[in-house]
């Protein structure tokens, strides 16, 4: 083989032949033979991760607690301990990444192991081996999975550590990662292996702001750390409702994403941090973001660098328009704070008592603003799968707002210093002993509000709720009208009134939204006990049932009994009677029905007043003639007209829809076209 250098041209001279060999390999960049160079964690691992792995192996369901999203997932390693836990006497000290613990010495000391080799343990090779399982045993091409795969989100997830992989791969031969799948590719395999054998070098995606974000951050958490006492509070508010949020910063040009062929990170998280402004942001830790957190703080933005996964991903855009409406929204308006609330537990269970200094109307116009992501962050996140609250609602329903002209917390100073006491939450209490106590006094609160407040509105509104009461999103907002959809352990929110009119519709006053927000994000803690989860949960079906009798108040009185009983049935009924305030029979309606089925009646009159905002051309669900879909191009119609049958109530179809799951997805393939896809959703009720 012959090298050539570029390094000189000089005659080579015989007696320096030596020397010029040596020169030669200075100058010469080492030649690789095939397979021999080490991979690149960004560009050649993270994204077999991403596309094999991270389905499962991200976020708080991950089993074991291996989170694959990113390096410091990686690096944690897995844990035997489970984060879903209906069982635990006790609350779990809490493992989020990023925030409670630094490095792997500290996550070691919470009981994770490695899972690729590390320099105090070069001979891990976890992740590995449990690859190479599956490439040794893989289950049978084109046939089921035998039976003992069990795939559920429920399913035992069996944690062997280095120690114990011998005894798990003799055990559980088929078990290989991913599970139950084909598993990686030869060339996947074949990199993670090198990479591995080099030592399982990590390094963190480039995540450098560009400079119109830097100068975007800088205005704002200038806004959110200003010294005067009435913008710390709002500040406060601010972060207790934004902790969550993939922030992004709007009116910036080209938006970018956060994949490894870029170094400008698309997304950020609001923290509190030990540092400020133009300083390294160090992120404080506390268990709730309403708990404080250790010594002085400063509200700061970092960039989120690990691939995004769509259970977790609930995005917040922040710009010059809205930082222009905040400060009228909150600022506009004169009022006045004398002395900062703290952090005691009445102050973390009762944000109306913590914000009472802020302006109703404003905290009210602030959430209806955005009143999707809040919904989406209380039905979906923070938790991944949330039994707790998707336990407790329908498997389809809509949810409806009251105008804030008309909602009466936010316009009657008398009436809201009088019910502010009773809007607390229950769960701050963890302990066994607690349950009881603190479920019967926050159930007793509960009732005696709804009992003040159907007093408050039946004063207010001598001849009842009328259709301008719901709000109509001052006919521009698409939020103000929302679709849920249950699936099991999780939900979601969709803008506009989708599907067939739901058996039942909610209707969200101020205390209610706020309520839910806090009760099932603010306070809810995914590594709580049982005492914790059960109050969250009682609470949030007390919370329900307040939103369903909301709603009721608009249909005619001689129907409303009816309706309730027949949503209360059974089991229901015994629940209606012990737990819940008595349904409001006294108020009239303000709106006149004509029909015996008052709830479509009422749908039909908001598809009417609002049809730009409540899709009520949902052709699917609710349209039989052939002029819904003429627009429509032909192959799609067709379609449409064939599933449109399963939408319609006749014992034939009710028989056969029984028999499928709740959901299901269908592709409907086209000659040299692409498919269409379709989301089958089965409404038990």
């Not at 400079?211 to 704002?220: A, F, L, N």
């Not at 704070?337 to 302006?359: Q, W």
């Not at 806090?518 to 307040?546: C, K, P």
Request: proline share 7%.
């Amino acid at each position: 083989m012959l090298i050539r250098t570029q390094c000189s041209k000089t005659p080579i001279i015989k007696r320096l032949s030596f020397l010029l060999l040596v020169l030669s390999a200075l100058c010469t960049p080492a030649v690789s033979s095939p397979g021999s160079d080490v991979p690149d964690y960004i560009r050649d691992i993270q994204p077999i991760f991403d596309n094999k792995c991270i389905a499962c192996h991200a976020c708080y369901d991950a089993p074991c607690q291996l989170n694959l999203q990113g390096p410091e997932g990686l690096e944690r390693g897995a844990s035997k301990q489970q984060v879903y836990n209906g069982r635990r006497l006790q609350d779990a000290a809490p493992t989020r990444l990023g925030t409670d613990a630094q490095n792997t010495n500290e996550w070691r000391k919470l009981g994770f192991f490695p899972v690729v080799p590390e320099p105090e343990n070069r001979n891990t090779k976890l992740l590995l081996e449990l690859l190479e399982l599956a490439r040794t045993n893989p289950p049978e091409a084109n046939t089921p999975l035998p039976a003992h795969f069990k795939l559920g989100i429920g399913r035992e997830n069996f944690c062997p550590s280095p120690e114990e992989l011998e005894t798990y791969k003799r055990i559980r031969p088929d078990f290989g990662m991913p599970y139950g799948t084909s598993g990686v590719s030869d060339n996947e395999f074949e990199l993670i292996q090198r990479w591995i054998t080099h030592g399982a070098k990590t390094t963190q995606r480039p995540s450098t702001p560009s400079p119109s974000q830097r100068d975007q951050i800088g205005i704002w958490e200038a806004f959110l750390n200003r010294p005067q006492l009435e913008s710390r509070l709002v500040a406060r508010y601010l972060f207790e409702h934004l902790f969550l949020a993939h922030i992004y910063f709007d009116n910036l040009g080209t938006k970018q994403t956060n994949l490894p062929d870029t170094q400008t990170p698309y997304f950020f998280r609001l923290v509190r941090s030990s540092t400020p402004m133009g300083e390294q942001v160090s992120p404080l830790a506390s268990r709730r973001p309403n708990e404080a957190p250790q010594g002085e703080f400063y509200y700061r933005f970092i960039p989120i660098a690990d691939t995004i996964v769509h259970k977790t991903h609930i995005t917040y855009g922040l710009s010059p328009s809205k930082l222009k409406r905040l400060e009228s929204l909150f600022f506009d308006e004169k009022w006045r704070v004398d002395k900062l609330p703290g952090y005691s537990y009445l102050e973390r269970a009762n944000p109306f008592l913590t914000f009472k200094a802020i302006p109703a109307k404003a905290r009210y116009q602030f959430l209806l603003d955005n009143a999707e992501f809040f919904t989406r962050n209380f039905i979906r996140g923070p938790v991944c799968h949330g039994p707790v609250a998707t336990a407790v609602i329908r498997d389809h329903f809509w949810n409806l707002f009251e105008d804030p002209e008309f909602e009466q917390y936010t316009n009657s100073a008398a009436y809201r210093d009088k019910v502010d006491a009773l809007l607390g939450l229950p769960g701050q209490k963890t302990d066994m002993l607690s349950l009881g106590v603190e479920w019967l006094k926050y159930q007793s609160n509960r009732n005696q509000y709804l009992k003040l407040r159907g007093e408050q509105y039946r004063n207010a509104f001598t001849h009842g709720a009328k259709l301008d009461h719901i709000w109509d999103g001052n006919l521009d907002n698409p939020d103000a009208y929302q679709t849920i959809f249950r699936h099991h352990d999780s939900a979601s929110v969709n803008k506009g009134l989708h599907g067939q009119v739901p058996q039942s519709i909610w209707l969200m006053d101020y205390p209610l939204f706020e309520r839910s927000y806090y009760e099932l994000v603010v306070g809810f803690d995914v590594f709580g006990s049982v005492s914790h989860q059960a109050q969250t949960r009682l609470y949030f079906d007390l919370i329900r049932n307040g939103a369903e009798q909301n709603f009721l108040r608009f249909i005619p009185m001689p129907k409303r009994e009816e309706i309730y009983q027949h949503w209360y049935r059974e089991g229901g009924k015994f629940k209606a009677l012990l737990s819940y305030q008595s349904l409001d029979t006294k108020s009239p309606t303000d709106i006149n029905f004509s029909s015996t089925a008052p709830i479509a009646e009422l749908a039909g009159l908001l598809f009417k007043r609002d049809p730009h905002l409540t899709q009520a051309d949902d052709k699917l669900n609710r349209c039989s003639t052939e002029k819904c879909s003429a627009t429509i191009p032909r192959a799609r119609r067709n379609a449409d007209k064939a599933l449109s049958r399963l939408t319609q109530a006749t014992a034939k179809t009710i028989s056969g829809i029984k028999l499928m799951p709740n959901l299901s997805f269908l592709r409907v393939t086209r000659a040299s076209k692409p498919a269409l896809v379709y989301s089958l959703i089965r409404n038990r009720a």
